[in-house]
């Protein structure tokens, strides 16, 4: 029989196509995908570690594979292995910490993972210590011709730009786990786009740390190298505008959707293509993390808020029908009670489409852990509480002013679509009627809401 893999993918989009990447890999090499990890041979579990919250899901699942195959005779030869951002992140740690596990996978392993995997199950069972393949640091980035099993349905896609980030937010641990930002090349991107299409991908969604980035690292000479807030010229070369406009012309029915946008690197140049492109869909995820001067500042931003108001203006007014999705931060270390009525009545009235809220995470390994003004946590749940009813109550308008419109939705399964406004796995839903094909696009005309959620006919 062929080695059966289980696997558990946990965390974001961009861990979801590692996994991919892991699958497509071991089913090349002639072992099968089991939905029953009780049956499998191998139990591979990809772990995120963005935040604590994160970190707890990612160690809880382990000890829960562990004590599974502890407690059931069937799964005692079974093989552990955790894969992902935890292992990168603590890479000389989870060894000991976690010595049940038999193997560990960096983020630059998971094109060598068939291998990794008959290593560890041809490893002595009396062998001391797990097999730990993490390197240092993360370089790799995919390419079209990499092999890949979507988990995703049929009609939805994930397409990786570029891997890395080079933003030094005060908050964020993602460039020391996942390393400097690395752009794939346009030519590679469209190629796989274009394969995607063809399978019957109606929905492609572009994701890296930072999307907005793509192709600035290629720019060679300071003199190219774009200011953050300077605006981008994609006749320098390869760009986010250079792609939507290269994605827009391949032939097909298919939405291009924009996520994880930084706000330091749009341009005027962007917003003008987003608008003349008809596939690229009205909607941008840009996280913002707050509007206040002096907590933009402490987080090391790079924006301040003027220059944050300006763009969502520039945006609305150059993109009809736009919907801008943000998140914010509240709680970070010195956050003022002026610095959070500033972002209450900036959510209030700029009336975000789509908004969410988090409270800050104290990281270790970032800037902000070393600071010594932390909030307390009732103070942050507080916060988070006021800032939640207030992005329900925008919410509400915003869903009220679509009574009545027409739309064109993705019918994602039975009953449910989704607009250009609702982005995978993050927004609300939309209700349509039952007899809708999945995997169509369909125009219907909203009628009622609920909650987050449109009812349409």
């Known amino acids: 029989m062929p080695t059966q893999i289980g696997l558990i993918s946990l965390g974001c989009a961009k861990n979801l196509i590692d996994s991919e990447i892991m699958l497509g890999h071991l089913q090349d090499e002639g072992m099968t995908l089991i939905?029953?990890?009780?049956?499998?041979?191998?139990?591979?579990?990809n772990t995120c570690s963005f935040i604590d919250v994160a970190k707890d899901e990612s160690v809880g699942t382990i000890i829960e594979a562990v004590n599974a195959r502890?407690?059931?005779?069937?799964?005692?030869?079974?093989?552990?292995?955790?894969?992902?951002?935890?292992?990168?992140?603590?890479?000389?740690?989870?060894p000991g910490l976690l010595p049940e596990v038999d193997a560990f996978i960096g983020l630059d392993q998971i094109t060598d993972v068939a291998s990794i995997v008959r290593k560890t199950l041809n490893r002595d069972l009396n062998e001391d210590g797990s097999l730990d393949t993490v390197t240092a640091k993360s370089r790799y980035i995919p390419d079209y011709t990499t092999p890949r099993f979507r988990l995703t349905p049929q009609h939805m896609a994930y397409l990786k730009i570029a891997e890395g980030c080079n933003h030094t937010c005060a908050f964020c641990i993602i460039p020391k786990i996942r390393g400097q930002h690395r752009s794939r090349s346009q030519e590679s991107i469209v190629k796989e786009a274009k394969g995607l299409i063809a399978q019957g991908v109606k929905e492609i969604n572009l994701i890296s740390q930072d999307t907005t980035y793509f192709g600035m690292d290629k720019w060679q000479g300071l003199g190219n190298r774009p200011k953050p807030t300077s605006g981008v010229n994609s006749e320098k070369g390869e760009s986010l505008a250079s792609l939507l406009r290269a994605l827009n012309e391949l032939e097909g029915d298919?939405?291009?959707?924009?996520?994880?946008?930084?706000?330091?690197?749009w341009s005027d140049e962007l917003i003008q293509t987003i608008a003349?492109?008809?596939?690229?869909?009205?909607?941008?995820?840009?996280?913002?993390?707050h509007i206040s001067d002096h907590m933009l500042a402490k987080m090391n931003r790079k924006t301040d808020g003027q220059y944050i108001?300006?763009?969502?203006?520039?945006m609305r007014e150059g993109i009809p029908d736009l919907a801008i999705r943000t998140t914010f931060i509240t709680g970070f270390p010195g956050e003022t009670e002026a610095d959070h009525e500033e972002l209450l009545d900036f959510i209030?009235?700029?009336?975000?489409?789509?908004?969410?809220?988090?409270?800050?995470?104290?990281?270790?390994?970032?800037?902000?852990?070393?600071?010594?003004?932390h909030i307390h946590h009732a103070t942050k749940k507080k916060r988070h509480r006021e800032l939640s009813s207030?992005?329900?109550?925008?919410?509400?308008?915003?869903?009220?002013?679509?009574?009545?419109?027409?739309?064109?939705?993705?019918?994602?399964?039975?009953?449910i679509a989704r607009s250009m406004w609702d982005a995978p796995d993050i927004d609300g839903r939309i209700f349509v009627p039952t007899d809708a094909e999945v995997g169509d696009f369909l125009e219907v005309s909203v009628k009622d809401h609920r909650g987050y959620d449109l009812i349409a006919s």
């Open 348 to 373: 209030t009235s700029f009336k975000f489409e789509r908004c969410g809220i988090f409270q800050y995470s104290k990281e270790e390994g970032t800037r902000a852990h070393k600071m010594e003004d």
């Open 390 to 415: 207030a992005i329900d109550a925008v919410a509400q308008e915003v869903n009220e002013a679509q009574l009545g419109k027409s739309k064109r939705v993705l019918v994602e399964e039975e009953g």
């Open 276 to 289: 003349d492109c008809p596939k690229v869909a009205r909607y941008v995820d840009i996280p913002l993390q």
């Open 70 to 94: 502890q407690e059931d005779p069937a799964r005692e030869k079974q093989k552990i292995i955790v894969a992902g951002c935890l292992s990168q992140r603590f890479q000389k740690d989870l």
């Open 254 to 265: 298919f939405w291009i959707r924009l996520l994880y946008t930084h706000p330091a690197h």
């Open 35 to 45: 939905p029953d990890p009780e049956m499998a041979d191998a139990l591979i579990i």
């Open 309 to 314: 108001r300006d763009l969502l203006q520039r």
